[in-house]
């Protein structure tokens, strides 16, 4: 490779003030020092920006001259660049948070990702205590599977869902990402933490965001657990289009605009009472519109 030459690179890991960007064509990632008017952009630098790269002589180090617009960004997880989000949520220990699945659903929908649910730990309840949550997520449309990393359920749709494509893993601390993660590629050796007893939740093991290469082609993400999620200040119509289970029957409500609570002639409350709509979405939708509502008021007041 020539000394100093640029090539363009995605950034994998950042750590320590160094990041290390992955030129994709099967070499190791190269370890880069931000250039000063890099590390002074407002936006920093996230896992999975694209970036140009000029390389040290020895191949292996090089520095970071440019990171390239972003096609979206999450805040929580911070990562840049993805094609889909895998929502992570254990069936029992620590028990699911639906609340949690939702707000990571409209992150992600919103910032324009696909979207799939993932249900881990299935060894560990019968499959009666879960279904329902499967039923809901599958109903809505989503792409909702079933699986354990202990018996292997499930593992070859992750791989499957994840080929191809960049997905960033999200969910709670404990909820299996690391582990299924090496379920779907062993090679990760990512470390796996075990859950309280005491307190049910898991002990933040996962401490950075990481790209991780697949076999054939595509990343995955494996980030930090967390359970708090504020859903950012979009407009209260944006929300019910980032339901997809909402916006195909909004097309019958009365007025344009309709948020489908309080309005008369609303074809989704309609919906919701004839079955078509599962409710627990629906009242997920209203907790979300409400806070919605209430933070655009803080915002003007
Ligand atoms: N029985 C069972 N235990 C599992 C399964 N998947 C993960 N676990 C256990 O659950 C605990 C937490 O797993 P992790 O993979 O570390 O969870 P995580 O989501 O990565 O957690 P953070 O990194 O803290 O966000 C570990 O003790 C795992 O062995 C599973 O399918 N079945
Ligand atoms: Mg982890
Ligand atoms: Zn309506």
Known sequence: ????????????????????????DGREPIQCLARGKVKKRAEGVMVGDEVMVSLAGDDATGVLEEVLPRRNQLARPAVANCDQAVVVCSVSQPSPNVSLVERILVQALYQG??????????????????????????????????????????????RKVLQGVTSV??????????ALLNAVHPGYGLVEGDVSRKIGRGRHTTREVRLLPLDGSGYVADTPGFSVLDISTMELPELAQVYPDIRRHAEGCRFTGCLH??????????????????PVRYEHYTVLLDELRQMHRDRYR
């Open 113 to 158: 990702l696909q979207a799939c649910v993932v249900f881990t730990k299935a060894d560990l309840a019968p499959e009666s205590d879960y279904a329902h949550l499967v039923e809901t997520y599958r109903g809505a449309g989503f792409t909702t599977l079933v699986t354990s990393a202990r018996t292997g359920r499930g593992v070859p749709e992750v």
């Open 1 to 24: 490779m020539i000394m100093g030459a640029r090539i363009k690179a995605k950034v994998v890991r950042i750590a320590g003030g160094l990041c290390w960007a992955d030129p994709g």
């Open 261 to 278: 609570q309080a309005e008369p002639d609303c074809a989704v409350k309609k919906a919701v009472e004839e079955g078509l709509i599962n």
């Open 169 to 178: 893993f999200a969910g709670p601390s404990g909820a299996g990402k690391s």
